[in-house]
């Protein structure tokens, strides 16, 4: 009789396909956030108007930035569920360890960064939709149709690095929240105290720095090495961090 030793990648595909079936309410709830942004949205983000005596025009600006502000936070919160007890504990209906586990959180949560970038930067064209046929408003293109492309392209690789960058700050808090229940108070104290020493002591450079280095990157090369380290590195103290949780 021959005894089937599981192998770590194995565990991890088993490990990634179960997850990706039993979490599937996740992207309800995104579903719903981003809906609830298109509609917000609706508001325009900016606008402008110029009058004459026969003829007054009108100018607004509409964006999903919203809606990619709104799937940031849905990733955030998501990561911090799969570091909760009950998730968890699914793990272990397979012959696994801590780091199979991390792995496979990983993969999911890539997955659903890609997803979730996608349908955020796709959101443009159902509001399009809606405000040209609904609200008869006329759009005014000023670039050509590869140039467009090439926007949407960049537009939804950005989306989902953003997305997966927030899904692993999302995970390191929730891992730090299990190892010890304080610091649920500790890192928004922490996160908040920054902010007023910065405004306190006025270091609006360093302020524009850290603004410029993860949001107005011009080479979509560059931002991706830069957004992918920190990813790494984050998820990387992560796992080592969830070592030290109990095992059941």
Same mark, same amino acid.
């Given at each position: 009789?021959?005894?089937?030793?599981?192998?770590?990648?194995?565990?991890?595909?088993?490990?990634?396909?179960y997850?990706?079936?039993?979490?599937?309410?996740?992207?309800?709830?995104?579903?719903?956030?981003?809906?609830?942004?298109?509609?917000?949205?609706?508001a325009?983000?900016?606008?402008?108007?110029v009058?004459?005596?026969?003829?007054?025009?009108?100018?607004?600006?509409?964006?999903?930035?919203?809606?990619?502000?709104?799937?940031?936070?849905w990733?955030?919160?998501?990561?911090?569920?799969?570091?909760?007890?009950?998730?968890?504990?699914?793990?272990?209906s397979?012959?696994?360890?801590?780091?199979?586990s991390?792995?496979?959180?990983?993969?999911?949560?890539?997955?659903?960064? =890609? !997803?979730? %970038? *996608?349908?955020?930067?796709?959101?443009?064209? +159902?509001?399009?939709?809606? /405000?040209? @046929?609904?609200? $008869? &408003?006329?759009?005014?293109?000023?670039m050509?149709?590869?140039?467009?492309?090439?926007? =949407? !392209?960049? %537009? *939804?690789?950005?989306?989902?690095?953003?997305? +997966?960058?927030?899904c692993? /700050?999302? @995970?390191?808090? $929730? &891992?730090?929240?299990?190892?010890?229940?304080s610091?649920?108070?500790?890192?928004?104290?922490?996160?908040? %105290? *920054?902010?007023?020493?910065?405004?306190?002591?006025?270091?609006?450079?360093?302020?524009? @720095?850290?603004?410029?280095?993860?949001?107005?990157?011009?080479?979509?090369?560059?931002?991706?090495?830069?957004i992918l380290?920190?990813?790494?590195?984050?998820?990387?103290?992560?796992?080592?961090?969830?070592?030290?949780?109990?095992?059941?």
């Amino acid at each position: 009789m021959f005894l089937a030793k599981p192998t770590t990648v194995s565990v991890i595909k088993k490990q990634y396909k179960y997850k990706s079936k039993a979490y599937l309410d996740v992207y309800f709830s995104l579903v719903v956030l981003q809906v609830i942004s298109i509609l917000l949205s609706f508001a325009g983000a900016n606008s402008m108007g110029v009058g004459t005596p026969t003829m007054n025009i009108n100018i607004t600006y509409f964006s999903v930035d919203i809606v990619i502000v709104f799937t940031m936070i849905w990733g955030f919160i998501t990561a911090i569920q799969l570091t909760t007890k009950n998730y968890r504990n699914d793990d272990f209906s397979f012959v696994t360890n801590r780091v199979n586990s991390n792995i496979s959180n990983g993969l999911f949560l890539l997955t659903a960064s =890609i !997803i979730a %970038g *996608i349908t955020a930067m796709l959101s443009t064209f +159902l509001q399009k939709s809606v /405000l040209y @046929y609904i609200g $008869g &408003t006329n759009f005014i293109a000023d670039m050509s149709l590869f140039d467009y492309a090439k926007q =949407i !392209i960049i %537009g *939804i690789g950005s989306g989902i690095l953003y997305v +997966l960058l927030f899904c692993a /700050l999302g @995970y390191v808090v $929730g &891992t730090l929240v299990q190892l010890h229940k304080s610091f649920t108070f500790i890192i928004p104290a922490s996160f908040f %105290g *920054i902010l007023f020493i910065i405004e306190s002591l006025g270091l609006y450079d360093l302020r524009t @720095y850290l603004f410029e280095f993860l949001f107005s990157e011009p080479s979509f090369v560059i931002f991706t090495l830069k957004i992918l380290s920190i990813v790494a590195v984050v998820f990387t103290c992560a796992t080592l961090m969830s070592n030290k949780l109990e095992v059941r």
